[in-house]
């Protein structure tokens, strides 16, 4: 669609205007409460949250959860990603206990209508992770990370962006936990990946590198500590 095209080339402003513009003529089509609306919301929020200002994707986002519900009901997958969405926004806020709750109660809904392997509860799987990552829970988080990962593996096989991001939070995980060659091996996993599915060069490796450089430094293995933290500067730059 044009909005996705414009999403993916960088051009939030445009795309945030097209998502207005297309509310505002929606609501004087529908009225202010139908499904398109929350649609509208919905894509507005996510425009916000990629613009980093999560405080309005939220509003936007809870505005497409109260349509939702008055027209699907408690347990429907569109409620479901609105719990999803807004969890992700108080994570962005730094508010995990919230985030916590929605990402709880987005599992429940999934667990209901799509079973337990589908792919959505990964994702809800890791938000539960990551929450409890920021709340210092490191056991709770390893706990989640691991069916994540169970989940991600299943669906998408070995070689998977999700699959990654995985290994590299429960490598942050065994951080936490002074646990270095497990974290090591995690890291390792997250790079192997990354590699091999974005090249050399991608932004979502500095992290991996740099995290690498942190265990490495905690090793005393100050040489290769080296060479990762700089490898992750010269991408980063």
Known sequence: SD???????????????????????????????????ATCYNNIGAVYQAMGQYAKGLENHQK????KEKF????????SRSYYNIANAYESLNQPEKALQYYKAALQIRKKVFGK???????????????YDSLQDREKARKYL?????????????????????YLNLGHVCFCLSQFKGSQNYFFKSLKISTKVHGFKHPDLVDVLFNMGCVFNKMKDYA?????YKCAYDIGK
């Open 64 to 67: 497409s959860l109260k349509i």
């Open 72 to 79: 699907f009901g408690p347990d429907h997958p569109d409620v």
């Open 224 to 228: 290769h500590a080296y060479q990762a």
């Open 3 to 37: 909005l996705n095209v414009m999403d993916s080339l960088g051009d939030r402003n445009k795309a945030l205007i097209f998502h207005q513009k297309a509310l505002e003529l929606k609501i004087q089509i529908y009225g202010n409460e139908h499904p398109d609306i």
């Open 117 to 131: 392997e589908h792919p959505s509860l990964g994702d809800s799987y890791l938000g539960i992770g990551l929450s």
């Open 146 to 166: 691991e069916k994540a990962l169970g989940i991600f593996l299943k669906n998408y096989g070995l070689e998977h962006p999700d699959v990654s991001l995985c």
